[in-house]
């Protein structure tokens, strides 16, 4: 029948083309595109669950006025971070139906759940379809309207800060019932039975045995979680809640631009291998800088004024507040950056420090003092325990010393006994294209030294300084190209995390293009470098 429709279609209707039967599809259809109307449409037969399915979705944006820009928002935000499309991706309807969860969550409800709908469904409405219970009312009138008044700004951000704390893995997304369903302690058999698990479980509202969400991959998982959290930092800041008096793009426009390649990428995790977290850091330390050849620098900081009021961040990105615990200062010190630094401490006496979290690449020109050539530093947070974790404080770390011998101390620094640390940032600079033929290089490098066996042979020392011979090598190749005093081909920020035990990397300046490349040559080699220097 699909055959003789897309026939139909091919022969007999104007304007359509790229004609395609879909046999395979869980709902077998015929895919086609309108030429003037610039539309893409399926046809599907017998296919009555899918028309509830409609008139649930009407229902609900009938039932209350901001869940259709809601959920266009969120589409349009999933769009323009590639987490929406065909194959391991998120479509519509899933996004839909994750928003429309949402909203049944929230305290007081926006939205009934789907079991409390089939309760008030009449006489007229009571539907079964393929075994499946289709009740619901027809007319949103009948309903009572939320109690819940909280403005579309606050929904928006709420719905970011929910789905990337979600357990998207060990529990079932329920829209019948309203509530995350634990997953380990098994299911009732009516939302089990068929039911295919993966990364991502979203259960359809009347086809319990449906996954929306089956065919997304753990990469888009993660991909989507760590972007909600992206949004939900940015959607606590000045820039998402206030106009900009200096013309820079403020509110919803940030959110709803589409993002770069690079900047997708510096929202993908590296995951790292399992070690004591000072270990790693000054392992990593030593790989950016003696086998990469990275130069090494401080990031900015500034004192946090209180004063701003309703006042821009610096390039309208939110802040991320440290503070640093004076009592270890002399009185007269602690004095005189009083005077300097009127209203820039909190009601605790706690001096506040500022890393501003995401500046572009000319702030960090215009306001790192580091040189090429200069002693690198990590910016460091640390938690302390005793009167300052429970005081919430958070102490600023610097490394000072130079040396490789310094990274090492610099990333193992302790202020306070029981001092753990939760995560490290570094400003790296690169001036040539070390990850390019580095396999030949490395190759031809053993064949001249007569070394076997494959990159991670030999001790971790040993491994170290055939990486930064290999550099060396390949900096020397391209020295006839790039003079020293030319700018450097990329700039970026590495940020490590003891909780996720893993790296993200994110561009500052790379006029060329080239961060993708980089990217994808850090995925591989990081972790195994970090093995090798490990051992």
């Known amino acids: 029948m699909l055959e003789l429709v897309g026939s139909i279609l091919r022969g007999c209707v104007p304007g359509v083309y790229r004609v395609q039967t879909v046999p395979s599809a869980r709902r077998p259809v015929v895919k086609f595109c309108h030429r003037p109307s610039g539309l893409h449409g399926d ?115 709420q719905f970011f800060s929910c789905v990337s704390c979600l357990d998207l893995r060990g529990s079932l997304l329920s829209l019948r019932e309203g509530q995350a369903l634990p997953i380990a302690g098994g299911l009732p058999s009516n939302l089990w039975e068929g039911l295919r698990l993966g990364p991502m479980n979203l259960q359809d509202p009347f086809d319990l045995s449906h996954n929306v969400a089956a065919n997304v991959t753990t990469r888009v998982v993660g991909r989507l979680q760590n972007c909600c959290r992206a949004a939900a930092n940015y959607c606590r800041s000045l820039q998402y809640q206030h106009r900009s008096s ?142 300052e974790e429970q005081s919430g404080h958070t102490v600023l770390a610097e490394q000072g010393p130079k040396g490789p011998r310094a990274a090492q101390e610099g990333s193992e620094v302790e202020t306070r006994k029981g001092a753990s640390l939760s995560s490290v940032s570094w400003r790296c600079t690169l001036w040539h294209r070390v990850w390019q033929g580095r396999r030949r290089a490395r190759r031809c490098l053993r064949q001249q030294t007569k070394e076997g066996g494959g990159g991670g042979a030999g001790t971790g020392v040993e491994w170290l300084a055939t990486e930064a011979r290999v550099t060396q090598e390949l900096r020397a ?57 490990l051992k």
């Open 43 to 157: 046809i599907s037969l017998s296919n009555r669950l899918a028309l509830h399915n409609s008139r649930f979705l009407s229902l609900c944006s009938e039932l209350d006025e901001r869940v259709r820009p809601l959920v266009y928002t969120v589409r349009c935000w999933a769009q323009g971070r590639g987490l929406s499309g065909s194959g391991p991706l998120l479509n519509n309807y899933a996004l839909t139906l994750l928003v429309i969860y949402f909203l049944q969550t929230r305290n007081p409800p926006v939205l009934p759940t789907v079991t409390q709908l089939t309760q008030k469904a009449g006489e007229g409405e009571q539907v079964e379809v393929d075994g499946w219970d289709c009740s619901f009312p027809r007319d949103a009138s009948r309903l009572e309207p939320s109690t819940n008044k909280e403005p579309l700004s606050s929904l928006l951000a």
């Open 246 to 387: 200096r013309g820079r793009d403020w509110g919803l426009l940030p959110l709803l631009q589409p993002s770069s390649p690079s900047s997708l990428l510096s929202e993908t995790p590296i995951p790292l291998p399992t070690a004591p977290f000072t270990q790693l850091t000054a392992a990593l330390v030593q790989v950016l800088r003696e086998a990469l050849g990275c130069h090494i620098e401080q990031g900015t900081k500034r004192l946090r004024s209180e004063g701003g009021g309703t006042g821009d961040s610096p390039r309208g990105e939110s802040c991320k507040r440290l503070k640093l615990d004076g009592q270890n200062k002399g009185s007269e010190e602690r004095a005189q950056e009083q005077k300097g630094c009127a209203g820039d401490h909190s009601e605790d006496g706690v001096e506040e420090m500022v890393i501003e979290g995401g500046e572009m690449a000319q702030d960090w020109a215009m306001q790192s003092p580091g040189e090429p050539g200069e002693p690198p530093l990590t910016t460091a947070k640390l938690l302390a325990t005793g009167e």
């Open 477 to 533: 190749l391209s020295s006839a190209e790039q003079r020293p005093d030319t700018e450097p081909l990329l700039t970026f920020v590495v940020s490590v995390s003891q909780a996720d035990q893993a790296l993200t990397v994110t561009p500052l300046q790379d006029s060329q293009g080239l961060f993708p490349d980089l990217h994808h040559f850090l995925q591989v080699f990081l972790p195994q470098a970090l093995r090798n220097l």
